[in-house]
T-cell receptor, first 113, second 114 residues
Framework: DSGVTQTPKHLITATGQRVTLRCSPR?????VYWYQQSLDQGLQFLIQ???????AKGNILERFSAQQFPDLHSELNLSSLELGDSALYFC????????????FGPGTRLTVT | AQSVTQLGSHVSVSEGALVLLRCNYS??????LFWYVQYPNQGLQLLLK??????LVKGINGFEAEFKKSETSFHLTKPSAHMSDAAEYFC????????????FGQGTRLTINP
């Protein structure tokens, strides 16, 4: 158990809809990262937040957005969903000391029908 | 820019045999290197990491990896495979300074034959 929690575990929705994925980092970790894992693209970095502020952006679509709240949990919002958005979405967290190893949650499997 | 290449999307070994999973990286700055393992329907678990210092690093479950700068490689090995090692393995790189995002290889699926 990494200490990172993600909800829900599974999500099935229709094209055009909007969903919110939630992540709670390990206790004390200030950084949260979102990654997408799909068969054709592999594991790709989407976005990083540090203590409530956006820190880095990767291959995140304009239809996707994220935020980190004062209690450090984070949400990834996916809108106008397309079939190609079906994937596993992982959240990871890291501390501000040491080498900032990232610890991953169990993921949310999104299926768009 | 950084990138990772994992040679072999599938590797199959017999139980008790040596496991060797290959990873080559490209990085414009000194890298930090990681191996993660993903069991079916689970998240990624950190196996080991190289940051600075000793180039041979030991991880969990008997795995180790050696950072070879001249070869830009970070291959993962285990002397004797166990059935429980069957999983997908990902090599990842990130910058030692600045951006902390991980760049992953495509993964290697390890199968253990009894």
């Amino acid at each position: 158990d990494s200490g990172v929690t993600q909800t829900p575990k599974h999500l099935i929705t229709a094209t055009g809809q909007r969903v919110t994925l939630r992540c709670s980092p390990r206790s004390g970790d200030l950084s949260v990262y979102w990654y997408q894992q799909s068969l054709d693209q592999g594991l790709q970095f989407l976005i990083q937040y540090y203590n409530g502020e956006e820190r880095a952006k990767g291959n995140i679509l304009e239809r996707f957005s994220a935020q980190q709240f004062p209690d450090l949990h984070s949400e990834l919002n996916l809108s106008s969903l397309e079939l190609g958005d079906s994937a596993l979405y992982f959240c990871a967290s890291s501390g501000s000391t040491g080498y900032n190893e990232q610890y991953f949650g169990p993921g949310t499997r999104l299926t768009v029908t | 820019a950084q990138s990772v290449t994992q040679l072999g999307s599938h590797v199959s070994v017999s139980e008790g045999a040596l496991v060797l999973l290959r990873c080559n990286y490209s990085s414009s700055v000194p890298p930090y290197l990681f191996w993660y393992v993903q069991y079916p329907n689970q998240g990624l678990q950190l196996l080991l990491k190289y940051t600075t210092g000793a180039t041979l690093v030991k991880g969990i479950n008997g795995f180790e990896a050696e950072f070879k700068k001249s070869e830009t490689s970070f291959h993962l090995t285990k002397p004797s495979a166990h059935m429980s090692d069957a999983a997908e393995y990902f090599c990842a790189v990130r910058r030692s300074q600045g951006a902390q995002k991980l760049v992953f290889g495509q993964g290697t699926r390890l199968t253990i034959n009894p």
